[in-house]
């Protein structure tokens, strides 16, 4: 059974930064794709980062330049640091693992960004 468990989430002023942190268990990690999504109040779910199993990375254009994906597969992990936060970050972050055309998610963790 495949789970995603979030962590990181926090209050944070603007400008703060934050490390999220994902970790994967009944599945094998490496080699398949991660990403990030977020969903803030009243918004669809919407892509933040994605890395390949190459190492290859994309991100959302509100969070490029800001934001930097990881991975580590030997911890079967994925992180997203997140710098210069302002309040439009302010959201629930999924952690979405891609395997075989299926797609799995995690729970989310809440980040707020105050003014």
């Known amino acids: 059974q495949v789970q995603l468990v979030e962590s990181g989430g926090v209050f944070v002023q603007a400008g703060g930064s934050l490390r999220l942190s994902c970790v994967g268990s009944?599945?094998?990690?490496?080699?398949?794709?991660m990403a990030w999504y977020r969903q803030g109040p009243g918004n669809q779910r919407e892509l933040v980062a994605r890395?390949?199993?190459?190492?290859?990375?994309a991100y959302g254009d509100n969070v490029k330049g800001r934001f930097t994906i990881s991975r580590d597969n030997a911890k079967k992990s994925v992180y997203l640091q997140m710098n210069n936060l302002i309040p439009e970050d302010t959201a629930v972050y999924y952690c979405?693992?891609?395997?075989?055309?299926?797609?799995?998610w995690g729970m989310g963790t809440q980040v707020t960004v105050s003014t």
């Open positions: 009944g599945m094998i990690f490496s080699g398949n794709p």
């Open positions: 890395i390949l199993g190459s190492g290859e990375t």
């Open positions: 979405n693992a891609q395997m075989s055309s299926q797609s799995y």
